[in-house]
Structure formats: C-alpha cells, structure tokens
C-alpha cells in the first residue's frame, strides 16, 4: 500500500517506520507540525528527522511555511483538552487531504508510537477523516515498540525532546518542574530551621 505518514519528529519515526515497510507498505512522510514552538525547536526536530529519513533512505515532504500565527489563533480561546483534540486533528486533516490530493492508499501517523499522547483520541479522529473524505487511514498500537525505538534513537545520538511541542507543553514541562524545584528547596530549608525534635515529623 502507498502510504503517507504524519511523522511529529525523527525518534518517533522509527519503530512505525520498521514496523510498516516490514508490512511491505510504501511510506512516505509529512512533516506537518504547525504546534512546536519556539521555532528553534522546530528547526531541531525538523533537522534530526532529515537526518534519520537520509539514512533510512524515507522520502518526506517538507511543508515551506511555519503557521504558528494561524495555530495560535485557532488555540487561544480552547481549554486545555480542546486544544489537544484540536492539534491532532489539524495535523490529521492536513495529512489525510494531501494523501487524496496525491492519490495515496491512505494516511497513518507517528502520534501512534509515543505512550504520552492521546492514543485513543488519535486513533478515533483518523478513522472519522477515513469516513469523512473517503480515504483509508491505517491503525496500529506502535506503542508497543516504544523501547525498541527508545533505545535505537539513544544508539544513533538523536534528539529526543522533553516536551510535545506547543507553547502550553513547554509551560507544563518547564515551568512546573521549576516550581516543584523551588517547593522542594523551601522545603528543605523549612526543615533546617525548625527545632530538631519536629523535624521527623514535617513530611509524614
């Protein structure tokens, strides 16, 4: 099957990739990530996917431009798990309209690899594009090559980013571990200044 695959970034590529040619599928890949921020890091992640598709010999399509303005737009006004549903399936619907466009079997995605995104929701957005424009959208659980993926993207020395991409993931990931950080640290320094007879007591 000629197929066409979202990919978010280089290690998650690799076990789906393995997985599918080993199927005897025709992947071609679609960098499409309007959500990661700042620009920097998209650039990082673009380019340690370039790097992995040259040695994997994988062809992949490469968006001209950036539209974080459009994205941002679109994102400001939702809450937290509309904004999720809704970064998914912009990706998703990009994806599935240039397979019809470019007459692909049907569409698929990375986002299936990685066991901290939404499976499930990911999983029902692609089979309600595949009833809706009409194009077959291929599932499978790659979560369970999540180590295999793991390892070979440390072997290769390939970026693996800490966060999922947006601006409000970056905040989740930084900003609270720094906070938590400096709990601790008060924390700490409560303890030093209370009498020692009540220090054993303070964290039970």
């Known amino acids: 099957m000629k197929m ?20 005897g599928h025709e992947i071609t890949g679609i960098f499409y990530n309007p959500n990661i921020h700042p620009y920097q ?23 001209e431009d950036y539209p974080l303005e459009e994205y941002l737009r679109a994102v400001a006004v939702l809450k937290e798990d509309e904004r999720c ?4 399936r912009d990706r998703l619907v990009y994806t599935a309209e240039l397979a019809i466009r470019e007459k692909y079997d049907g569409f ?5 690899y990685s066991k901290y995104q939404k499976h499930d929701l990911i999983r029902e957005i692609g089979k309600n594009l595949s009833q809706q424009l009409g194009i077959f959208f291929y599932y499978q659980d790659f979560r369970a090559g999540w180590a295999e993926g793991v390892k070979i ?12 991409g947006c601006i409000y993931s ?19 320094l409560a303890v030093d200044f209370l009498p020692h007879k009540n220090k054993e007591y303070l964290f039970n």
């Open 108 to 112: 698929t995605t990375t986002l299936l």
């Open 170 to 188: 970056e905040k989740e990931r930084f900003y609270i571990l720094q906070v938590s950080s400096v709990d601790c640290i008060l924390s700490t």
């Open 85 to 88: 549903a809704f970064c998914l």
């Open 153 to 164: 993207s440390k072997e290769l020395g390939m970026y693996r980013q800490p966060y999922c």
């Open 41 to 63: 890091e998209y650039q990082r992640r673009r380019q340690t996917l370039s790097d992995y598709a040259n040695k994997t010999f994988l062809n992949v399509i490469w968006p």
């Open 4 to 23: 066409l695959m979202h990919i978010c970034c280089g290690p998650c590529t690799i076990y789906p990739l393995k997985e599918l040619r080993t199927q």
